[in-house]
């Protein structure tokens, strides 16, 4: 009974300093990732002023026009194509109005042996 009071005394210390580390341990998570999202947003920016001529530009008219050219552009059917197969993904219930605003070709950043392993697991399942 003696001891009581040093325990209970000590229950309340040790979970103080747990609940204030785990404040500063989200604290610090909080910070890093803004800090990360800003430097990211940074390059993205001059990601976005450099792939500017791969950006395709769909009018209501079908035209395709281009700041530069480039060698392989979709052309209209595939563009209808990927739109159809973005409608048929979704589900019937949604009344979404989908308009294809612009295409770009996105870099490939995966290794090619990680490429030819998704392809060849897609080939197995089909």
Same mark, same amino acid.
């Given at each position: 009974?003696?001891?009581?009071?040093?325990?209970?005394?000590?229950?309340?210390?040790?979970?103080?300093?747990?609940?204030?580390?785990?404040?500063?341990?989200?604290?610090?998570?909080?910070?890093?990732?803004?800090?990360?999202?800003?430097?990211?947003?940074?390059?993205?920016?001059?990601?976005?002023?450099?792939?500017?001529?791969?950006?395709?530009?769909?009018?209501?008219?079908?035209?395709?026009?281009?700041?530069?050219?480039?060698?392989?552009?979709?052309?209209?059917?595939?563009?209808?194509?990927?739109?159809?197969?973005?409608?048929?993904?979704?589900?019937?219930? !949604?009344?979404?109005?989908?308009?294809?605003? !612009?295409?770009?070709?996105?870099?490939?950043?995966?290794?090619?042996?990680?490429?030819?392993?998704?392809?060849?697991?897609?080939?197995?399942?089909?």
């Amino acid at each position: 009974m003696e001891n009581m009071p040093l325990a209970i005394n000590l229950t309340f210390v040790g979970i103080t300093v747990v609940f204030i580390a785990l404040i500063l341990l989200s604290l610090i998570i909080y910070v890093s990732t803004k800090l990360l999202t800003i430097k990211k947003s940074g390059q993205a920016k001059k990601d976005a002023i450099t792939d500017e001529a791969s950006i395709l530009e769909i009018d209501e008219d079908e035209d395709i026009s281009l700041g530069k050219a480039i060698s392989n552009k979709p052309d209209v059917e595939l563009v209808a194509v990927i739109m159809a197969a973005i409608q048929a993904s979704m589900t019937p219930e !949604s009344q979404c109005r989908l308009v294809i605003k !612009s295409l770009r070709r996105v870099e490939q950043s995966s290794p090619v042996w990680n490429r030819a392993g998704r392809l060849e697991h897609i080939a197995n399942k089909l």
